[in-house]
């Protein structure tokens, strides 16, 4: 880590001669002596008014940390800060002036090699009578050394579970609660440290407890309602968590207070599904003429789907319980779409005796270049 005495660029001097704090790698390492370096961070001693926090905030790429800011060239002129003041990694760094930055989140914590504190693997047994109560886990502040909590909804997404109050390094947070991040590694590109560049495919996004999705948007950077407070649920009901797919997840969780002790109880209104759905990430592009197409997965019993997805634009999509093929299902448009135009789709579909809340988008072009 190299520091220098004089301002840095971002301490808004205005100057274009002052020195920007940074981390880069070197393309292939220097060799001093017995030492080799890969990589450096360079930041200012002389903070003034901006505290430490991009000291630390540049220190945790060397540790492995990604920004969770968009990182942008100079022509971005959106206004999403990630996951803003939830993390030293985002914005989080310039709290309190910099002199209280926020502690780095799960996820975070993760990267740097301190893997989650507490994995919940929310599964019953096949026969189960629906609703299924699940586990209920006490959760303590992150400032005290509480948990980060943990839950697989698909093989590149996680939700991460923790709770916050304004104390130590967390008090100049708006306010205090149980922070819910949505992680997907399906997003982002890791290797250049572009991971939260794009909101509408985020790999970090704050799941707000007032449904507001205003830092998803850049309305702002957090605020004290995004936090879920004893009473308030989230998953299948409460605040609705989908997967990438658009795919409800099978669960809720419940924040109660017990003696003062915060818990957060789980349960699934209909047990484990016997079946899993793939269908595009992000939303489907699709020419006039072409079906939507889903997938089930593991289908021993050649199980069909039905049901109807109703689009914003007046048009459905039925799926007929009809389908020859095991594992492909494919549902058909009552009209063919306007070219350019884009529609969401939400609605119900059973498969088998597993019935899966569906909400995703359909864009119509006129071309697709074809693949390389």
Same mark, same amino acid.
Request: aromatic share 8%; net charge negative; glycine share 12%.
């Given at each position: 880590?190299?520091?220098?005495?004089?301002?840095?660029?971002?301490?808004?001097?205005?100057?274009?001669?002052?020195?920007?704090?940074?981390?880069?790698?070197?393309?292939?390492?220097?060799?001093?002596?017995?030492?080799?370096?890969?990589?450096?961070?360079?930041?200012?001693?002389?903070?003034?008014?901006?505290?430490?926090?991009?000291?630390?905030?540049?220190?945790?790429?060397?540790?492995?940390?990604?920004?969770?800011?968009?990182?942008?060239?100079?022509?971005?002129?959106?206004?999403?800060?990630?996951?803003?003041?939830?993390?030293?990694?985002?914005?989080?760094?310039?709290?309190? #002036? /910099? %002199?209280?930055?926020?502690?780095?989140?799960? +996820? =975070?914590?993760?990267?740097?090699?301190?893997?989650? !504190? &507490?994995?919940?693997?929310?599964?019953?047994?096949?026969?189960?009578?629906?609703?299924?109560?699940?586990?209920?886990?006490?959760?303590?502040?992150?400032?005290? #050394? /509480? %948990?980060?909590?943990?839950?697989?909804?698909? +093989? =590149?997404?996680?939700?991460?579970?923790?709770?916050? !109050? &304004?104390?130590?390094?967390?008090?100049?947070?708006?306010?205090?609660?149980?922070?819910?991040?949505?992680?997907?590694?399906?997003?982002?590109?890791?290797?250049?440290?572009?991971?939260?560049?794009?909101?509408?495919?985020?790999?970090?996004?704050?799941?707000?407890?007032?449904?507001?999705?205003?830092?998803?948007?850049?309305?702002?950077?957090?605020?004290?309602?995004?936090?879920?407070?004893?009473?308030?649920?989230?998953?299948?009901?409460?605040?609705?968590?989908?997967?990438?797919?658009?795919?409800?997840?099978?669960?809720?969780?419940?924040?109660?207070?017990?003696?003062?002790?915060?818990?957060?109880?789980?349960?699934?209104?209909?047990?484990?599904?016997?079946?899993?759905?793939?269908?595009?990430?992000?939303?489907?592009?699709?020419?006039?003429?072409?079906?939507?197409?889903?997938?089930?997965?593991?289908?021993?019993?050649?199980?069909?789907?039905?049901?109807?997805?109703?689009?914003?634009?007046?048009?459905?999509?039925?799926?007929?319980?009809?389908?020859?093929?095991?594992?492909?299902?494919?549902?058909?448009?009552?009209?063919?779409?306007?070219?350019?135009?884009?529609?969401?789709?939400?609605?119900?579909?059973?498969?088998?005796?597993?019935?899966?809340?569906?909400?995703?988008?359909?864009?119509?072009?006129?071309?697709?270049?074809?693949?390389?």
């Amino acid at each position: 880590m190299i520091l220098h005495s004089t301002f840095a660029q971002e301490q808004g001097s205005g100057s274009s001669n002052r020195i920007w704090s940074h981390f880069t790698s070197f393309s292939e390492p220097l060799d001093k002596g017995d030492s080799t370096f890969e990589h450096y961070t360079m930041s200012s001693m002389r903070h003034g008014e901006n505290g430490f926090g991009t000291i630390v905030h540049e220190m945790m790429h060397q540790f492995g940390a990604f920004d969770l800011y968009p990182v942008h060239d100079s022509g971005y002129s959106g206004s999403w800060k990630g996951i803003g003041v939830w993390d030293i990694m985002a914005s989080g760094n310039w709290n309190g #002036g /910099g %002199d209280s930055p926020s502690l780095p989140t799960g +996820p =975070t914590m993760a990267a740097v090699g301190h893997d989650a !504190t &507490q994995e919940v693997v929310l599964a019953w047994p096949e026969n189960a009578a629906s609703p299924c109560i699940g586990p209920t886990i006490s959760i303590d502040s992150r400032a005290q #050394g /509480g %948990d980060r909590v943990r839950i697989q909804i698909s +093989p =590149t997404e996680n939700v991460w579970i923790e709770k916050r !109050t &304004q104390s130590g390094y967390d008090e100049s947070l708006p306010g205090e609660g149980i922070l819910v991040l949505l992680e997907d590694w399906a997003a982002g590109d890791s290797a250049h440290n572009a991971m939260n560049i794009d909101q509408r495919r985020p790999y970090l996004q704050t799941i707000e407890a007032d449904g507001n999705q205003e830092q998803l948007k850049g309305i702002n950077d957090g605020v004290a309602s995004d936090l879920f407070q004893p009473g308030d649920e989230f998953g299948e009901q409460g605040i609705l968590i989908r997967d990438h797919d658009g795919v409800l997840v099978p669960w809720h969780a419940r924040i109660v207070e017990n003696q003062g002790q915060w818990e957060i109880e789980f349960h699934s209104m209909n047990c484990s599904p016997t079946l899993d759905i793939e269908l595009d990430n992000f939303g489907y592009t699709l020419l006039q003429e072409e079906f939507f197409e889903m997938e089930v997965l593991e289908n021993r019993n050649g199980d069909s789907c039905w049901g109807t997805l109703n689009g914003t634009d007046g048009r459905s999509i039925a799926f007929a319980n009809n389908t020859n093929a095991a594992s492909k299902q494919v549902g058909a448009f009552s009209s063919i779409g306007m070219i350019d135009s884009t529609a969401t789709f939400s609605g119900h579909i059973q498969c088998g005796n597993d019935v899966f809340d569906i909400k995703t988008t359909v864009t119509t072009v006129g071309t697709i270049p074809l693949g390389e």
